[in-house]
C-alpha cells in the first residue's frame, strides 16, 4: 500500500457492482445539468468547491510572497503593489470562506452522504437542492465579475465605510456573498426537513449518526443568521448604488451597524463551517480506532449548544468598536461559555481514541491532526475572547492565526472526509501513500506557517500590513516558508485524487468498515441508492462487520451468523 | 444487482404504485405533505429574520433620530397605507378560502379564490405605485437626494416645461435616476430651506419635470393629496401631535433638518423589500392558478396551495407590522 500500484489488484467479479450505478446510470450534459440526484448534485458542488480550494490556496501563495521583505513604505515590492496586495487578500478570505469552507463538508459531502446515512432515496426537495446549487453558481460568477473588473480590496469583512467608498468592485463580490447566502439557506432547510422527515421510523434521534446532529445543528444557524447577512449586503449594496446614507455618518449613518449586522451572521458562520467538520471528526475517529463512540449524547447535545450559544457572541468581534463596557463583559462572558461544549467534543473524541486500535489512514491523520488544530485554533480563541489581552491582539496577525487554525481545521477535516468518502463517491481507491504524504504535508507546513503568526502577532505585528517593520522579518520568512510546505502538500492531495480517478482500484462497498447505513450499499451507490431499505442500526458498533482479507475490505456480518456480544464491549 | 438495474430503468416500478403527485423517494403523501410544510415554514423563518434584521435597523435609527421619523412619516398618507392593509388583509381571507375549498376539491371556488387574492395583489402594487411616484416626484426620497419640493410648485414647472422633452419617460423608474441626477446642492437647500423652495425647482425644472410629467394622471392624484399637504394627510390624530403646524413648514422644515432621509431610507428599504416579495407571491399566484384551472389540486394533493398560502400570509403580516412602524409614527 505504500507504492503506486494502484490499479493492480483487482476485486472479485461477484463483488463488483452491476455497472449501473449513479455516475453511470445517466449520460451527457443535461443529465448532470438537471439532475436531481443528490449524489450528482453533491458531486458537482465538490468539483466546483475543489477547483475554487485551489484559486483561493493560490492568492493565498500570493499573499504570502508579497511579505517576506518588509519593504520601503510607499513602494512597491516588484510587481507587487500594497493595492494588489490589499486585493490578494480580499479574493482569498472571500473565496475561501463564502465559496469554499461554508458550503464545503454541508453542501458536498453532506449532500451525497446524508441521504445515504437516513437510508433514504434523495433529500426532501431534490429541486430546491439543484436550485441551491446553481446559486452556488451564481455567487461564483458574480465573485469572478469582480476580479474581471479589477478584484476588490474591502477584506473579506466588506466593512463600513471603507467598502461604501472604495472604488474597486465591491458590487459583485457583495452580491455574489449574497446569492451564496442563499445557497446556504436552502441547503441547511433542505437536510433540517430530510432528518426530520426522512428519517427511517427505527432511527431515532439518539440512533443518527452524529454528523446528522452536526449537520442538524448547522442547518439552524444557516436558515437563521445568513438572511441577516442577506440583508445587510443587500443595504451595502443599496449604499453603494443609490446613496441611501445609513451607513453614512455624515447624512446620520451609523458605520459601526454593519459590523453589528455582518457578525451576527459571521459569527455563527464560523460555526456553519466548524460543526460539520465535528461531526466528521466523530465519524473518522471512530471507525479508524474500532471504538463505539464515547459520550454520544454530551456530543450530539453539545452540537446544538454550539449553534445556540453561536447566535449571542458576535459582540466579541467589536470590542474595540466603541461598545460599552457592559456589553462588552456580557459577551465575553458568553464567548467564554462557548468553549465548555467545545471542549466536551474534544475530551469525548480523545476518550473514543483510548484504547482504540488506531488505524493510521490518511483520514484518521486528518482526523487526528484536527484535534491538534482545533485544540489550539479553540484556546486561543479565549485569549481573544478575554478583553483585557484583546485590545492588545486585536487586529494583530494573532487574530489571522487564530482564525486559520479554527477554519483550517475544518478544511483539514474537510479533506479527511474527502478521503473516507471518496471510495463511496467515486468508487475508486486512492493511492494512500500519497494521501499521507499529502495530509502531513500539508498540515506541517500549516503549523508552520501559522504558529509563527501567532509569535509574532502576540510581538504586535499588525495584519493586513504590506510594509511593515524589519522586526518581524524572520517571522514573515517562516510563516512564507510553511505556505508553500502547506501549498505543496495540497497539491499532493489533489494529485492523489485525481490520480485515483484513472488509475484507482475498484473501491469495494465497505473498505473501512464503517456501519452507517451509506456503508451498506455499493460503492458507487446506484442511482436509488439501496436496492433494499437496509437495517437500522447502532451507527458506532463495530461488531456489526468482519475484516475480509480477500477484498481488503469488511463485510456487515450476516444476521443469523452473528455470536451474541457480552455486554460492556464498549 | 439485477434489482438495481431494473430500479434504474422503471424508477417507479415499486411494489406499491405511487399517485401521479408523490415523488419518488417519499413512501406517502402524507410524508410529503409534511415536509413540504414544514419546509415552508423554515423558509418562513428565513424570511422573518430577513425582515428582522431591517425591522431591527428601523429601531436603532429611530432611537437615534426620534424627531426625524416623526416628522418624516407625516410625508406619507396613512389612508394609502390603510387601504393598502385592508386590501391586503381581504387577499390573506381568499388565500385561506382558496385553501378549504383546495381541500374539497371545489375547483371553480378555488379558481375565484386565486383570482380575487390576485386582483388583491396587483391592487397593493398599484397603490404603492402611487406612492412611490408622488414620493420620487417631490424628492421626498432617500440619502443625499432628499429634496422634498411641493407637488403644486413642481406641477408649475412641469407646465412651464418644454413639452418636446416629455413624452420619452414613462414610469417612475424613470424619474428616479433623473430627480437624482441633478441634485448636487441639497446642502445649500438645507442651509437656506425658504429660498431653496422657490430656486431649487428651478434649477431642477428643465430636467425633474419632464420625467415626471407624462404619469400626470396618476400623478395628478398624488399631487392633490400633496396639495391637502403633509398636514392634510395628517387631519386625524397627527395634527393633535404636531400641534397644528402650517402647511408649507412640513417641507422646509424636513429640509432643515440633516436626519428626515434617514426615516424615508428606512421606508424605501422596508416598503421596497416587501414590495419585491409581493411581486414574487404574484408570480407564485399565477402559476397556482394554473395549476388549479388546469385542476391540478384537489383533496388528495392540494400541498402547493396550502404552502403558497403560507407564503402569502407572511407576506400580509410583515406589511400588518410595516403599516404602523412607518405610517402611524
Avoid at chain 1, 95 to 108: D, L, T
Wanted: hydrophobic fraction near 50%; proline fraction near 6%.
Amino acid at each position: 500500500m505504500s507504492t503506486l500500484d494502484a490499479s493492480a489488484a483487482a476485486l472479485p467479479a461477484a463483488d463488483l457492482p452491476a455497472g449501473d450505478n449513479y455516475l453511470t446510470c445517466d449520460r451527457g450534459f443535461k443529465s448532470w445539468a438537471f439532475t436531481l440526484d443528490h449524489k450528482r448534485i453533491g458531486v458537482m458542488y465538490l468539483t466546483g468547491i475543489l477547483i475554487f480550494f485551489m484559486i483561493g490556496g493560490l492568492f493565498a501563495l500570493l499573499v504570502r510572497t508579497s511579505l517576506p521583505v518588509p519593504g520601503v513604505a510607499g513602494q512597491a515590492k516588484g510587481p507587487i503593489t500594497a493595492e494588489l496586495y490589499n486585493k490578494f487578500f480580499t479574493l482569498h478570505g472571500a473565496i475561501m470562506v463564502f465559496i469554499v469552507i461554508i458550503p464545503g463538508i454541508p453542501a458536498a459531502l453532506g449532500n451525497f452522504v446524508l441521504p445515504l446515512m437516513l437510508g433514504a432515496k434523495d433529500v426532501a426537495f431534490p429541486r430546491i437542492n439543484l436550485m441551491s446549487f446553481y446559486f452556488w453558481c451564481a455567487g461564483v460568477v458574480l465573485a469572478l465579475t469582480s476580479l474581471v473588473l479589477g478584484g476588490v480590496d474591502t477584506g473579506w469583512t466588506f466593512y463600513t465605510p471603507y467598502s461604501t467608498t472604495t472604488n474597486t468592485a465591491v458590487i459583485p463580490v457583495v452580491a455574489g456573498a449574497f446569492m451564496l447566502g442563499f445557497s446556504s439557506i436552502f441547503t441547511g432547510l433542505n437536510f433540517i426537513v430530510t432528518i426530520h422527515k426522512l428519517r427511517p421510523p427505527e432511527m431515532g434521534w439518539f440512533k443518527m449518526p452524529l454528523l446528522l446532529w452536526a449537520i442538524y445543528s448547522t442547518g439552524i444557524v444557516q436558515i437563521l443568521a445568513t438572511p441577516v447577512l442577506g440583508i445587510i449586503l443587500l443595504l451595502l449594496i443599496v449604499e453603494r448604488a443609490v446613496g441611501i446614507g445609513i451607513f453614512d455618518p455624515a447624512l446620520g449613518g451609523d458605520p459601526v451597524l454593519f459590523q453589528h449586522f455582518f457578525w451576527f451572521y459571521s459569527h455563527p458562520a464560523v460555526y456553519i463551517m466548524i460543526l460539520p467538520a465535528m461531526g466528521v471528526m466523530s465519524e473518522l475517529l471512530t471507525v479508524f480506532s474500532r471504538r463505539h463512540i464515547f459520550g454520544y449524547s454530551f456530543i450530539a447535545y453539545s452540537s446544538v449548544a454550539i449553534a445556540v450559544f453561536g447566535f449571542l457572541v458576535w459582540g466579541h468581534h467589536l470590542f474595540v468598536s466603541g461598545q460599552s463596557n457592559l456589553l462588552n463583559t456580557i459577551f465575553s462572558a458568553i464567548t467564554f461559555s462557548v468553549a465548555v461544549p467545545s471542549a466536551i467534543k474534544v475530551f469525548n473524541w480523545l476518550a473514543t481514541l483510548y484504547k482504540g486500535s488506531i488505524n493510521l489512514k490518511t483520514p484518521m491523520i486528518y482526523a487526528l491532526g484536527f484535534i491538534w488544530i482545533f485544540g489550539i485554533g479553540g484556546l486561543t480563541g479565549l485569549f481573544l475572547g478575554t478583553l483585557a489581552t484583546d485590545v492588545h491582539l486585536h487586529d494583530t496577525y494573532f487574530v489571522v492565526a487564530h482564525f486559520h487554525f479554527v477554519m483550517a481545521g475544518t478544511i483539514f477535516t474537510f479533506f479527511g472526509a474527502v478521503h473516507y468518502w471518496w471510495p463511496k463517491i467515486m468508487g475508486k481507491m486512492y493511492n494512500e501513500a500519497l494521501g499521507r504524504w499529502g495530509a502531513m504535508l500539508s498540515m506541517i507546513g500549516f503549523n508552520i506557517t501559522f504558529l509563527a503568526q501567532f509569535w509574532m502577532g502576540s510581538l504586535g505585528m499588525p495584519r493586513r500590513y504590506f510594509h511593515y517593520d524589519p522586526f518581524f522579518q524572520p517571522y514573515h520568512v517562516a510563516s512564507t516558508i510553511g505556505a508553500y510546505i502547506m501549498g505543496f502538500g495540497f497539491l499532493l492531495t489533489m494529485i492523489c485524487l485525481v490520480h485515483s480517478l484513472f488509475r484507482g482500484k475498484r473501491a469495494a462497498a465497505n473498505p473501512w468498515g464503517g456501519v452507517t447505513l451509506e456503508w451498506r450499499t455499493a460503492s458507487p451507490p446506484p442511482h436509488y441508492n439501496f436496492d433494499r431499505t437496509p437495517p437500522v442500526t447502532d451507527p458506532y458498533d463495530f461488531n456489526l462487520v468482519r475484516y475480509n482479507a480477500d477484498t481488503d475490505a469488511y463485510d456487515f456480518i450476516p444476521a443469523e451468523e452473528r455470536v451474541a456480544v457480552p455486554a460492556g464491549h464498549h | 444487482m439485477a434489482d438495481a438495474v431494473q430500479t434504474n430503468a422503471q424508477p417507479h416500478a415499486d411494489a406499491h404504485a405511487h399517485p401521479s403527485n408523490l415523488q419518488h423517494h417519499f413512501d406517502t403523501p402524507a410524508q410529503q405533505f409534511d415536509a413540504s410544510k414544514f419546509g415552508m415554514w423554515l423558509f418562513l423563518s428565513t424570511e422573518v429574520l430577513f425582515f428582522s434584521g431591517l425591522f431591527l435597523f428601523y429601531t436603532v435609527v429611530r432611537r437615534h433620530h426620534p424627531d426625524a421619523f416623526a416628522l418624516g412619516s407625516t410625508f406619507l398618507d396613512w389612508r394609502l397605507g390603510a387601504i393598502n392593509t385592508l386590501v391586503l388583509i381581504a387577499s390573506s381571507l381568499t388565500m385561506a378560502l382558496g385553501v378549504y375549498f383546495a381541500q374539497r376539491s371545489m375547483q371553480r371556488a378555488l379558481v375565484f379564490c386565486l383570482v380575487l387574492t390576485l386582483i388583491g395583489a396587483f391592487t397593493f402594487m398599484g397603490i404603492k405605485y402611487i406612492e412611490y411616484s408622488h414620493k420620487i416626484h417631490e424628492q421626498i426620497v432617500w440619502g443625499k437626494w432628499f429634496n422634498p419640493t411641493r407637488g403644486h410648485e413642481a406641477a408649475e414647472h412641469e407646465n412651464a416645461a418644454p413639452h418636446g422633452e416629455v413624452a420619452s419617460q414613462q414610469d417612475a423608474e424613470a424619474a428616479e435616476p433623473a430627480s437624482g441626477s441633478h441634485e448636487p446642492q441639497p446642502a445649500a437647500a438645507s442651509a437656506a430651506p425658504a429660498a431653496a423652495i422657490q430656486s431649487q425647482p428651478t434649477a431642477a425644472s428643465t430636467d425633474s419635470a419632464p420625467a415626471s410629467e407624462p404619469a400626470l394622471p396618476i400623478e395628478q392624484s398624488g399631487i392633490m393629496m400633496a396639495g391637502n399637504g403633509p398636514s392634510g394627510l395628517a387631519a386625524g390624530e397627527e395634527v393633535e401631535e404636531k400641534g397644528e403646524e402650517p402647511e408649507l413648514d412640513t417641507y422646509a422644515l424636513a429640509k432643515q433638518r440633516k436626519d428626515v432621509h434617514l426615516f424615508l431610507g428606512v421606508y424605501f428599504c422596508l416598503t421596497g423589500l416587501h414590495g419585491i416579495h409581493v411581486l414574487a407571491g404574484i408570480v407564485m399566484i399565477i402559476c397556482l392558478l394554473i395549476g388549479a384551472i388546469k385542476g391540478r389540486y384537489n383533496s388528495d394533493y392540494y400541498t402547493p396551495i396550502d404552502v403558497g398560502g403560507l407564503y402569502w400570509h407572511l407576506v400580509d403580516l410583515v406589511w400588518i407590522f410595516l403599516f404602523p412602524l412607518l405610517y402611524l409614527v
